[in-house]
C-alpha cells in the first residue's frame, strides 16, 4: 500500500518553509536532503536493536527502509510547486542482507509502494545532487540540524559536494527545515487520525485487559491446572498481576497480538507511592503487601511476606501506549488494587477529583481557547477541591469560596481561593502540563507547540502562578486538527511536597492521610474538532466502571 499522505506532507511542508525564509530567498529553488534512520546495534555488538524510521523522514516518504536518503526539489511558482521532483534512495539487497536479516525491498517493489518520482540506491546520491545542482545552480538545501545526536546523519561527501559546487550561488542551511516540518506536524489530515485512532483503540483495549484480569484474580477466577508453576510454566491465562512488570507484561503483549510493533514511549507502571513519579520507567516492584508509608517509594520488595499474602490497598498507574505505523497513542489509568478492587476512601476522593480536573478540561476545549487557560482552570479545581478535603485550609469551616458569607465572624480571607492559587503550592501536587501535542511522536512537534518567541502569550489571560507553565508542553490556542492529550493528575512525592509542607494553607494532619495514595493520573488523547473535540481514547475512567471492572463485578 501506498502511503498516501506523503506527496501532502511535502508540499505543506514547503509552505511552511517559505514562511520562515527571508523574502531574498522564498523565489530561489528549495531542496531537502534528509537521511532516515539505520537499525541500531547493542553497544560494542553486532546484535540488532528494535529499528524504528526518524519521524520527519516517515511523514515526507511513508518508507520504512533503514539506510535510507531522500532528495525533494521544489521552486515556488514553477511546476515544482504543484508537484516537487521526489528521489528516495533505499539500499541495495546485499547476500548478508538476506542471510541474517529481511533485505530491503528491490528498486521495482519500492516504486509500487511509495508515492516518489524515482527510486534508486545510495550510490547514486551524488550525481543526483550534481544534477540538481547544474539544474539549479542558486538553490539553497536543507537539512535536518547537522551534527545532532537526535538525527540521523548526512555523509559528510553529500553536504560538502553542494558547498564545493561550481556555482557561487548554492548555499546549505540546517535552520529553517525542523521548524517548518515541525509547523507542518502540528495538524493532522485524515489518514493521520485515522492511524492515532488505531494505535488509540489497541491501547485502550489493552489497559482495559490489565484491569480484566486484576478483577479475575479478586473473584479467585484464575485457575490453574496441575503442575502449573512447579512441573510446568504457567501459561497466560494463569498468570496474576502481582507485580509491576506482569502488569507491563500484559499490556504490551496485548498491543503485540494486536500488531503494533513499538510502544510510543517506555510504560510507566508504578504501584504505590511510586505513582507519585511522573517517569517512573523502572516497573521492577512488587506491589505492596505490607503497610505502606508516605516515604516507601524506593522498596526494594520489602514486602513480600509468604504465600498467604493479602494485597494492601493501592493504586496502579499505567501510562502506556502503542504505535500505529508510525503514529501515537498516550493514555493513563489509575486503578485500585487490593481492597477487593476498590479505591480507599483518601484514593478514591483524589481520583474523582483528577476526574473532575479532566471534565472541566474538556468542557472547555474547542478551537480558539488557549491551553495556558484550560490548564489555569485545572489548577484552580484542584484547590477548590483540596479545600474541600481539608488538605487546603479554606476561609471558614462552612465555606471555600473568595466571598465571606454575611454575618461569617470566622472568615479568613489569608485562605481563600485565589490567595492559594497565587501562591503557586497547587504545583507541589500537580507539577506537569495539562497535556501535549501528540503525532508521531509522543511528545510532538516541540517547536511548534511551544514557540520561541511565542507571540499567543501576554494577552492579558490572567495565569495564576509562573509555576503553572513550567513543564507545559503545548502553549499555544488550539485549532481544528490538533491532536493533544488531556492529563490532569494529582501526586503526594516527598520531594515535591517538602518545599512547600510548612505552607500556612496546608493542614499538615489532613495531608498526612492522604500521602500514601501515592499519585493518580487520567489521560485521554483527543482530536481538536470544528466546534469542539473527538475523544480518540476508547477505554472507560468513570471511577464506577474502573472499581466494577478492577474488582471483577463486570
Not at 522564498?26 to 531542496?31: C, E, L
Not at 530491503?104 to 544534477?131: C, F, M, N, Q
Not at 483528577?354 to 495556558?372: F, N, R, S, T, Y
Not at 512547600?500 to 499519585?519: A, M, P, T, W
Amino acid at each position: 500500500m501506498v502511503y498516501p499522505g506523503s506527496s501532502a506532507h511535502v508540499l505543506t511542508t514547503f509552505r511552511e518553509l517559505l514562511k520562515l525564509l527571508p523574502t531574498t530567498e522564498k523565489a530561489q529553488p528549495q531542496i531537502l536532503l534528509l537521511a532516515g534512520e539505520i537499525t541500531p546495534f547493542r553497544n560494542d555488538t553486532d546484535r540488532e536493536q528494535v529499528f524504528r524510521q526518524e519521524s520527519n523522514f516517515f511523514y515526507l516518504s511513508g518508507c520504512i527502509v533503514p539506510s535510507s536518503y531522500l532528495l525533494i526539489a521544489f521552486q515556488d511558482g514553477t511546476g515544482l510547486s504543484q508537484k516537487p521532483s521526489v528521489e528516495l534512495f533505499i539500499p541495495k539487497a546485499e547476500l548478508a542482507d538476506m542471510m541474517w536479516s529481511v533485505p530491503p525491498p528491490s528498486l521495482e517493489a519500492a516504486s509500487r509502494t511509495h508515492d516518489v518520482t524515482k527510486i534508486d540506491h545510495p550510490g547514486a546520491i551524488p550525481d543526483a545532487i550534481r544534477t540538481l545542482l547544474k539544474a539549479f545552480p542558486d538553490a539553497l538545501f536543507h537539512t535536518l540540524p547537522r551534527g545532532s545526536p537526535l538525527f540521523p546523519v548526512i555523509p559528510p561527501e553529500f553536504t560538502d559536494l553542494v558547498m564545493s559546487f561550481d556555482s557561487k550561488d548554492a548555499a546549505i542551511s540546517d535552520l529553517f527545515l525542523l521548524p517548518a516540518l515541525h509547523q507542518a506536524r502540528l495538524f493532522k489530515d485524515e489518514y493521520e487520525i485515522s492511524l492515532i485512532r488505531k494505535a488509540n483503540e489497541i491501547s485502550s483495549r489493552a489497559h482495559e485487559v490489565v484491569m480484566r484480569v486484576l478483577g479475575k484474580a479478586v473473584k479467585g477466577a484464575i485457575e490453574r491446572g496441575p503442575g502449573a508453576g512447579v512441573d510446568r510454566p504457567l501459561l497466560p491465562g494463569e498468570w496474576l498481576i502481582e507485580k509491576e512488570a506482569e502488569a507491563e507484561a500484559i499490556f504490551v503483549a496485548s498491543c503485540r497480538r494486536e500488531g503494533a510493533v513499538h510502544q510510543a514511549y517506555l510504560p510507566i507502571v508504578a504501584a504505590t507511592t511510586r505513582a507519585s513519579t511522573l517517569h517512573y520507567c523502572c516497573n521492577d516492584r512488587e506491589f505492596a503487601w505490607g503497610p505502606v508509608q508516605p516515604h516507601d517509594h524506593q522498596n526494594r520488595n520489602e514486602f513480600a511476606h509468604g504465600d498467604a499474602r493479602q494485597l494492601n490497598p493501592q493504586v496502579l498507574l499505567i501510562d502506556a501506549g502503542c504505535e500505529w505505523n508510525c503514529y501515537a497513542s498516550d493514555i493513563t489509568r489509575t486503578m485500585p488494587v487490593g481492597n477487593g478492587g476498590k479505591f480507599t476512601p483518601e484514593a478514591r476522593a483524589i481520583y474523582e477529583l483528577v476526574l473532575e480536573m479532566q471534565k472541566v478540561a474538556m468542557d472547555m476545549i474547542k478551537p480558539g481557547i488557549h491551553w495556558d487557560a484550560i490548564q489555569l482552570m485545572c489548577h484552580r479545581i484542584l484547590v477548590k477541591g483540596f479545600q474541600r478535603l481539608g488538605i487546603f485550609k479554606s476561609p471558614s469551616p462552612s465555606a471555600i469560596s473568595s466571598t465571606a458569607p454575611a454575618g461569617d465572624d470566622t472568615w479568613d480571607p489569608e485562605h481563600d481561593e485565589e490567595k492559594i492559587l497565587v501562591s503557586g503550592i497547587s504545583s507541589a501536587f500537580f507539577p506537569h502540563g495539562l497535556g501535549h501535542s501528540l503525532g508521531m511522536d509522543v511528545h510532538d512537534v516541540p517547536s511548534a507547540s511551544k514557540p520561541i518567541p511565542n507571540t499567543t502569550l501576554n494577552k492579558g489571560v490572567p495565569i495564576g502562578h509562573e509555576s503553572f507553565y513550567t513543564y507545559l508542553r503545548l502553549r499555544l490556542p488550539l485549532q481544528k486538527n490538533m491532536v493533544v492529550t488531556v492529563e490532569p493528575g494529582c501526586y503526594f512525592s516527598p520531594h515535591l511536597i517538602a518545599p512547600v509542607r510548612d505552607s500556612k494553607h496546608i493542614d499538615q494532619e489532613v495531608l498526612k492521610k492522604y500521602e500514601s495514595v501515592g499519585g493518580v493520573r487520567i489521560e485521554d488523547v483527543v482530536l481538536i474538532t470544528e466546534n469542539g473535540y473527538d475523544n480518540l481514547t476508547t477505554v472507560r475512567s468513570d471511577t464506577d466502571w474502573v472499581e466494577g471492572i478492577c474488582s471483577g463485578a463486570l
